[in-house]
């Protein structure tokens, strides 16, 4: 007997281990699964915007913490900022803005070249945007609307001068109070910062440009015979 003994406590204790681990992995929670959201520009190019032959270099956006990230930003009541569960940007506020300006320049075909700063392009200009808003905004209502605000400054590089500075503001209402709906304010409510965005630029800075033309090369001089 003494021989089985040690045999019996053994399993009795694993038995007992077994039936504490059993509880703990059930209180672990499951992860939600995540929904990716992209709001889409879709910026058509106006027939008064001018072609220009300068270059623009687009720097990452600033904004703050919270809206730096992936999470998307709600405010149902002034004061107050909570996220949606269950769903994020599938980039970054300021990543999702500079592509989507990026994109409309390009597609646009009225300007030189324009890049992201560090892609080699030499910028004669560049556009520095500050997001002050990218939340859906509750403002007392029962639906939220889709809430952004850029403040956006050309800069001259040549003179390090800054060309001029534009506040680009849009409150979208969402058809209903689903993340899905949101989303798709905040596509309505991008597509229209940026077709404002990219016109006042191209304006202001081909404006600078006739003011302030860069200066002719001088021509060398014949070598003496």
Known sequence: MSRTTPVRSIAA???????????????????EPLSLYAPEAKVTPDPSWP???????LPRPHASELLDSPRIVVRPAEGEL?????????????????????????????????????????????LLLDIRHFESDYAGGSTPNADIEIVAKLVANRTNMVVAT???????????????????????????VVQELVGWAL?????????????????PKPAKP
């Not at 209402?173 to 993340?179: D, E, L, R, Y």
């Open 166 to 192: 534009r506040t680009l503001h849009q409150r979208v209402p969402a058809n209903g109070t689903a993340v899905g709906e949101v989303t798709r304010a905040f596509g309505t409510a991008m597509t229209n």
């Open 13 to 31: 204790l694993a038995l007992s281990m077994l039936m504490l681990a059993l509880p703990a992995c059930s209180i672990v929670p499951k992860k």
């Open 51 to 57: 072609t220009v032959q300068w270059q623009l270099q």
């Open 82 to 126: 909570q996220v949606y569960h269950g769903a994020v940007w599938a980039e970054p506020a300021p990543d999702l803005v500079q592509d989507a300006v990026l994109e409309a320049f390009e597609d646009s075909g009225r300007i030189g070249g324009v890049g992201r700063r560090g892609t080699g392009i030499a910028g004669d200009y560049e």
């Open 203 to 219: 304006v202001e800075g081909e404006k600078y440009e006739k003011a302030n033309p860069p200066p002719v090369p001088a021509m």
